[in-house]
């Protein structure tokens, strides 16, 4: 039997290691649930509430983007499944409200407050990026353990403001155009490289901005927009209008990862494709995944000839997270399939391993039941899962749709 889809495990028995077995993978913790049966909405210290992006830090904790719950929580990887810090709460993990005031209710933003955090994203002294959705805006803490910013992107330098496209006025309503200072309606992931330079997905903005690790809050690049930091279109056409998919164009772009070359890697949601860039400074992408190698479609599940089909190793619905292993090898959170695909790092497009869909790449249902059927939540399968982090040979996976974080062993 081919090993395809299956997780390859090594186990070690009375300081042993024996020969790798081939096993279905398995999660081996739950966060943001007390079993694995459970999925349940939670406002307090152990629980979840439509979790997205996280962040790992040297130690195995977690951080997650609680964003129903208006908070990054902050688990430590002791397995008590409480967590120890949060942001966005004055504090308090019992409230949950939208720019928490401090006192019991909701406020205006400030550097203490969130409104729909979306992602996480640490630096290499472990300083946290938080993507502040419905604020349109990036904070950033110092690595100190404070849960009040000391940096924001996106509104001038301003921690009061929240103005989409802001234009540097000041503004407390309206919007200007964009440009390399602001955020669209929807900033939604981040990550950062190895010279610490932040790329954020300027999602509602179509397109994805390269921010230099020099201090400043003024974007170096742009990818979506042909180069063009004033344009924002779906799908740019090279003239600043929407214009059909290209190895130049956007579509809502969301997870962004970096290869050991510096080459980078974005989802390309609802485009329903991964692009990569060499690192050469070009904005035009290189190599495509989910549409069959053509730059020029955009179908979910494509089926090989540019039509919409099932689920296969070759396709995606709506992708939208990504981590690179040691190994180069490509992991992409197929949201729409829920399921989480493995690709080696041999630039083939057809994926080696998947995990929630029961060892099959032909299922793309919520929460599998293991015949391709939807049942209840287990150790092996996801609902609409929509973020993916990565460190020491664990896996973790935001399983948005059942409220919890999986943590899968993987080899690397």
Do not use: C
């Not at 962040?55 to 977690?62: R, S």
């Not at 409230?95 to 006192?103: A, K, P, Q, T, W």
């Not at 849960?147 to 234009?167: E, H, I, M, P, R």
């Amino acid at each position: 039997m081919s090993a395809k889809g299956r997780f390859v495990l090594a186990v070690l028995i009375g300081g042993a290691l024996l020969s790798p077995v081939v096993s279905q993978a398995q999660a081996v913790r739950v966060i943001g649930q007390p079993d694995y049966t459970s999925n349940a909405v939670g406002h307090n210290a152990s629980g979840l509430n439509f979790p997205l992006g996280m962040a790992v830090d040297a130690k195995g904790g977690v951080y997650v983007a609680d964003r129903n719950n208006h908070r990054v929580v902050y688990f430590a990887d002791d397995g008590d499944g409480k967590a120890d810090r949060v942001y966005g709460q004055h504090g308090n993990f019992d409230s949950y409200s939208v720019n928490y005031d401090g006192v019991g209710g909701s406020g205006l933003p400030s550097a203490d407050t969130l409104n729909n955090p979306t992602y996480a994203a640490l630096d290499s002294v472990e300083g946290l990026y938080v993507a502040d959705r419905d604020n349109h805006r990036v904070l950033y803490y110092a690595p100190d353990g404070d849960t009040t910013a000391d940096k924001v992107f996106g509104q001038f330098g301003s921690f009061v403001l929240n103005v989409v496209n802001n234009d540097g006025t000041n503004l407390i309503s309206g919007t200007g155009l964009p440009s390399a200072d602001n955020l669209g309606v929807y900033a939604l992931t981040l990550a950062v490289d190895s010279s610490n330079g932040l790329y954020i997905s300027d999602s509602s903005n179509h397109r994805v901005l390269y921010f230099a690790n020099d201090g400043n809050t003024t974007a170096d690049r742009v990818y979506g927009q042909f180069g063009n930091f004033e344009t924002n279109a779906k799908n740019n056409d090279g003239a600043g209008n929407p214009g059909i998919v290209s190895a130049n164009s956007m579509n809502f772009p969301r997870g962004v990862a970096f290869d050991s070359k510096g080459g980078v890697y974005i989802a390309d949601r609802d485009n329903h494709r991964v692009l990569y860039f060499a690192n050469d400074g070009d904005t035009t992408a290189d190599r495509v995944y989910g549409q069959a190698g053509s730059f020029t479609t955009n179908v979910p599940n494509n089926d090989g000839n540019g039509a919409t089909g099932t689920p296969s190793a070759d396709n995606f619905v709506t992708p939208r997270s990504l981590a690179v292993d040691a190994a180069d090898g490509l992991y992409v959170m197929d949201a729409g399939n829920s399921r989480v695909l493995y690709f080696k790092a041999d630039g083939d497009t057809t994926a080696d391993w998947v995990f929630g869909q029961a060892g099959s790449f032909t299922t793309g249902v919520a929460n599998n039941d293991g015949s391709g059927t939807t049942g209840s939540p287990s150790a092996d399968n996801l609902n609409i899962a929509q973020a993916i982090a990565l460190r020491d040979g664990k896996l973790y996976i935001s399983d948005t749709g059942n409220n919890r974080v999986l943590i899968v062993p993987v080899q690397q």
